[in-house]
């Protein structure tokens, strides 16, 4: 796909052909989002510590953290789909 040095969120992407393939606004969203499947979810604001209902269900994955401050656990395997959260202090 074609960018402008200064693309707009309507502004219409095309392929090296010249056809229309998607807005920049819908290819950004879609770029984040596969950003974001390399990203764990991480809570640093906690106010409990995890659970093991704190699972792949609301988006944690292997490597997410928790901070229940001064703890801080990270999401260290699942067991079906109950979470494994160890304290890391």
Known sequence: ???SSNPQRGDILVDENGKAKETFAIWMSQMTESNNEDNPKNNYRATLAPTIDNNASQGF???SEWIDA????RLTSFTGADATWT???
């Open 1 to 3: 796909m074609l960018l």
């Open 61 to 63: 994955t292997v490597g």
């Open 70 to 73: 001064p703890t801080v656990y």
């Open 87 to 89: 304290a890391l202090n």
